[in-house]
């Protein structure tokens, strides 16, 4: 009886379509253009006057959303295994 469970369970495992996923109903969503890249410095800080700086000075983008502020960069136990 569980042989004959989990042959099934195996079989209906495998059952589904074979290719790329496709992509959720509903409008696409466009592409970054260049109007909308953040311009940062070599450093990581962002260019004097760009919308990214504006966007830290006042705690907002262009859109009205609140952005978040610049964490400190914490290690982590794992961090030398990905480096």
Request: aromatic share 2%; glycine share 10%; with cysteine.
């Amino acid at each position: 009886m569980r042989v004959a469970l989990t042959l099934a369970v195996l079989a209906l495992a495998g059952c589904g379509r074979n290719g790329p996923l496709e992509p959720p109903p509903g409008p696409a969503t466009p592409t970054p253009s260049a109007s909308t890249t953040q311009l940062t410095q070599p450093d990581g800080t962002p260019i004097p006057g760009s919308p990214q700086d504006a966007a830290v000075k006042t705690g907002f983008d262009a859109h009205g959303r609140p952005v978040a502020a610049t964490g400190e960069k914490k290690s982590f136990i794992l961090d030398p295994l990905l480096q």
